[in-house]
């Protein structure tokens, strides 16, 4: 899966003078010692032979899904979930420091990726590492929400027998991995929420008010891990959930309003112009520079849209993209 969506929200954050550039920090791959202490050792072991060689024998293929099915071996297949997961771990080790209050890290959100096998395009899980940090401190509750189209299957499998972590997953019901039905405790510990195809933003933000701020206030979090998935929008290939983007950043706006410090990441978005928009706009709203309804309603610059229109995007919804994807922020008409 090759999308270009985490440079191109920053270069946007960029662009429009949202990013200080004090708090931007460039992050070196985790070693494969660091990932062998949360993933088993003989799965990082074969996930950095795999980027060595470019291949892997045929029975570790088998053993660990590297190189079949969604999750093909491509130049970078360690170094790149290797350095999005060291940004969430040493997020939450920030957040623990009382070093940020908010840890934005745009290419975590692998919310699939298992101990031992990738899976769904998840070679590491770097939700389920944070947790694991946040989790040793040993202080307090913390909540893991989840706004992907998909359920967080892997994250679920993870962590939710320990009672010390709420996971919340609002995803499409009859969607891959068809996991995550409503009475899908996991664990224990798991709250599942399924939608219907064309739920739009007025179903997913009456669960939001209704159901889930109030169970995540219930919980009193000592910390919280966003998983803020943009593959819900209404132009993405691989959900139906229809929501906008305005809808998105209200959601988001809410999470960010409960008072505790918070790793957010991202994770599903497969449209790479309406990604690029929604992951650059989360970090107006964490930096309280624009409210979700300013910024819905905020002509994109110059320099904005002439980025955006560089990307590629070899889909047939990227073969004639109207015009408002390149003139606003929202969702226009
Ligand atoms: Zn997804």
């Known amino acids: 899966m090759n999308i270009a969506r985490v440079w191109p929200a920053i270069d946007i954050c960029r662009a429009e003078g ?10 070196k791959p985790a070693s494969e010692a660091v ?31 590297i190189g079949r099915a969604s999750n093909p ?38 919310h699939h990726g298992r101990k031992n096998k ?18 040793d401190e040993g202080q307090g509750t913390i909540t893991y929400i989840d706004i992907d189209a998909h ?30 039905s409503q009475d899908d405790k ?18 997913l933000k009456a669960l939001m008010t209704d159901i889930i701020i109030p169970l995540i206030t219930a919980h009193k979090p000592s910390y919280l891990v966003l998983q803020a ?31 505790c410090p918070k790793l957010v990441l991202g994770g599903g978005g497969y449209n790479p112009y309406i990604t690029a928009k929604a992951w650059a706009g989360i970090w107006p709203l964490i930096t309280k520079q624009l409210s979700s309804e300013a910024l819905a309603n905020l002509p994109l610059s110059q320099a904005s849209s002439h980025l955006l229109k560089q990307l590629s995007w070899h889909h047939r919804l990227g073969r004639n993209p109207p015009d408002t994807w390149f003139s606003h922020f929202g969702d226009k008409g």
């Open 186 to 203: 996991g664990g224990g510990n798991a709250h599942n929420f399924t939608l219907p195809p064309e739920s739009g933003d007025t179903a």
């Open 18 to 27: 949202w990013l200080d550039e004090e708090t931007y920090h460039e992050i």
């Open 73 to 110: 071996i491509f130049k970078e297949v360690y170094e790149r979930p290797a350095t999005a997961a060291n940004a969430s771990l040493i997020g939450a080790k920030w957040l623990i420091e009382g070093r940020a209050d908010t840890v934005y890290n745009p290419s975590g959100g692998t």
């Open 229 to 259: 998935g943009a593959d819900g929008h209404r132009h993405d290939p691989q959900s139906k959930l229809a929501y906008s983007l305005q809808g998105y950043w209200q959601v988001i706006e809410m999470i960010l309003a409960i008072d």
């Open 118 to 135: 990738a899976n769904g395009f998840c070679f590491v899980n770097d939700p389920a590492i944070a947790l694991d940090v946040l989790a």
């Open 151 to 180: 359920h967080c299957d892997g994250v679920q499998d993870w962590h939710s027998d320990n009672p010390q972590i709420q996971i919340i997953s609002i995803h499409q019901s009859d969607l891959w991995p068809r996991t995550g």
């Open 35 to 65: 990932l062998a202490q949360f993933h088993d050792e003989a799965y990082v072991a074969a996930l950095s032979y795999a980027q060595r060689h470019q291949t892997l024998p045929e029975a570790l293929k088998d053993q660990f899904h």
